[in-house]
DNA sequence: GTTATTGCAAAATATTTGCATTATA
DNA sequence: TATAATGCAAATATTTTGCAATAAC
């Protein structure tokens, strides 16, 4: 039987990355927190189970597994970064209101993931966001 | 005849914004200059024509143009903010190499601008990117 | 035992804020 | 003159860096 912990520890290993304790970490807390966390909250989450765990070690972390295609950033507020297990291809609703970030899953025809350049350049990555009000704060906005 | 500063007044003007002579400066700034410039690069840029010009300004400015939808932010590479004015529909290409950003005319039938939702959120603006290396940066890694 | 990882503190960077000054209608 | 815009300096927030301590193999 192969765990939980042994599949990550698989996970970070094919990607020519050494599995260390606070890396498998990470990436079980964001296999687990699909929210898109910003670095401060993932801190704040972990340092309670792990109280010696470092931010630098999360930024250098963070930055290996982006580099490695293994999450993404989301680069949508302008201010602080938010974190995403790659998990299917979908688009991200950013509320100004209550500053969360949803998942969509759009039915447009666009999937950039289909290619590899566009205009002649070589495309590695892609995101597509939307910024607006939430269903929720629509919602409380009416009352 | 109406001059170009004319129109540009005019433009800030029906968004309800008063067109102060910085103001008409700075969007004067931007519909001259299509190349995503960051504030450092405006403020470096414009500070040479009006000496007196702080960042501050530029930045009160940037946010009023945002909010009224005069022009578009992008924040593709986490640190600095990059400006652009709104005109035609397209996406933008970040190179990793060169740090420019291109804009790219797609093909696909991706318009969110005919959308007014989605999942019920209701979308005010979104934004499509694709990071990756240019075919100029290309070019020059061949040789 | 050597090399990579981690953690601390300081530095760097980008943006925001408070408030006094200046311009504008 | 009243109101809004501007500019300075300080504060804030986020991320990066240098280097010493530690851990991993």
Redo the contacts with the bound molecule.
Sequence with gaps: MITNMENIKNLINNKG??P????IKILEYLMAHKNHP???KIYEDIVKSIP??????L???L?IFVDKGIITELTIT????HYDMKHGDHHHFYCTQCKQIFDVHSNCSYDCNMKESVDGNRIDSYQCYYKGICKNCLKINVI
């Design positions: 990355v050494k260390t304790f606070h890396r910003t670095v401060d010696t765990i470092s931010k630098t070690t930024y250098n972390t930055k302008g201010s602080e970064t």
